[in-house]
């Protein structure tokens, strides 16, 4: 294992002094950013056992010229009680090419759409990574696609349009060494990475005066497994919905709405209602309720988010809570983020889970302490 990370490091250190020399020679601008992160957790009922321990070192590199560039970003992990995630993690890796009315990307790259906070209406192509389920930042949890992504900006509105060549689906955890595991599932199966299955959508975005909004359409596959027969395997979707954001005095009404027809012409509708409320003094509200009907099961899910700045926004207290609001069951993250230096965090927090039935009842007895340190630069 150190010989496998002293040969990634010094590939690293190559390629930086490649980028340099370029740099220097071609005028060609160079940034490096990122960040060394640790994180651990124990679980606070028996067995009171470890839930987690990994420490990353993240890169992100940039080389622009003229317009166009690439950037890349990577990860350099060691996972104590998962020794299969250790190592050389490639996360995004795209190329592009902008200017005052176009933006093109090509590569690997997380995309997002929609205004919902933690919650899946309209953003439907990048899948999550739920190895830890929801314990991790809800940014670690996406998963980055290969994908060709051509927006048109005019003034206050914007035409974006999207293919992905071969579809990313949810991560899910079977590892037994893992706290967070499912357990052993069936086999899965894939779609064929044929033209045929590949995902390509569209959206609108407008900026008004007093008002956001959006419309979307794409053809896509959902991403969470479904048990059929002896296999796992995923459904052709068509979605169509939109997006709106509406400020008014101190709050932010956002709503989003999508319809999920399958290829045997059945419906699902997802919705999402949410409310900020921005009263001052580094105080931040926020509520969502979302609810799926139609075919398939029905859920109703609500979340909750607090915040309060203190200490000169030097220490950030906060929790956001999901509660699946049809089985009583609940996830709640606490957390106090104290601002050591501009580039050092400290970050102490507490995850509840209670449930009898529903989606949280996998993870019932997974409540825990967890500590995160992270230092950027």
């Not at 990634?8 to 370029?22: I, K, R, T």
């Not at 060394?36 to 839930?51: G, S």
């Not at 199966?189 to 590949?198: F, G, L, S």
């Not at 501009?342 to 409540?367: C, P, R, W």
Request: hydrophobic fraction near 40%.
């Amino acid at each position: 294992m150190k010989s496998h990370f002293k040969n990634l490091l010094l590939g690293v250190l190559a390629v930086l002094c490649m980028a340099n020399s370029l740099s220097a020679q071609e005028g060609i601008d160079f940034s490096v950013k990122g960040f060394l992160d640790t994180y651990h957790a124990f679980r606070t009922e028996d067995p009171v056992d470890w839930m987690s321990s990994r420490t990353r070192a993240r890169g992100e590199f940039r080389l622009e010229k003229d317009g166009g560039g690439m950037f890349v970003s990577a990860n350099l992990v060691y996972n104590a009680l998962l020794r299969d995630l250790s190592g050389f993690q490639l996360r995004e890796a795209y190329a592009y090419w902008g200017n005052p009315h176009w933006d093109i990307r090509a590569g690997k790259q997380i995309i997002s759409w929609g205004v919902a906070d933690g919650l899946r209406v309209t953003d439907l192509i990048s899948p999550m990574d739920y190895t830890e389920f929801l314990a991790q930042d809800y940014d670690d949890i996406r998963v980055p696609v290969g994908a060709l992504r051509v927006r048109y900006l005019h003034n206050s509105w914007s035409l974006e349009a999207v293919t992905v060549p071969v579809a990313e689906f949810f991560k899910l955890p079977t590892d037994p060494a893992n706290p967070w595991s499912l357990g052993i599932l069936p086999p899965e199966v894939r779609p064929d990475p044929t033209v045929k299955n590949m995902e390509y959508g569209a959206r609108f975005n407008c900026s008004l005066s007093g008002v956001d909004f959006s419309l979307m359409a794409l053809r896509t596959w959902n991403k969470m497994p479904e048990l059929q027969v002896d296999h796992i395997g995923y459904r052709r979707l068509s979605v169509v919905g939109g997006d709106v954001s509406v400020p008014f005095g101190n709050f932010v009404f956002r709503g989003e709405l999508a319809d999920n027809i399958d290829d045997h012409n059945e419906h699902q509708g997802n919705a999402l209602a949410g409310l900020d409320w921005y009263p001052g003094n580094d105080w931040n509200l926020s509520v969502q309720f979302n609810q799926t009907f139609g075919a398939g099961e029905r859920t109703s899910l609500a979340t909750l988010r607090v915040s309060k700045a203190l200490l000169n926004n030097a220490l950030t207290l906060s929790t956001f809570a999901y509660a699946d609001v049809k089985d009583l069951g609940i996830f709640n993250r606490f957390s106090a983020d104290w601002t050591a230096t501009d580039q050092v965090h400290v970050i102490l927090g507490y995850d509840l889970f209670y449930a009898e039935k529903g989606m949280f009842l996998t993870y019932a007895h997974n409540s825990e302490v967890w500590i995160k340190l992270k230092y950027s630069f």
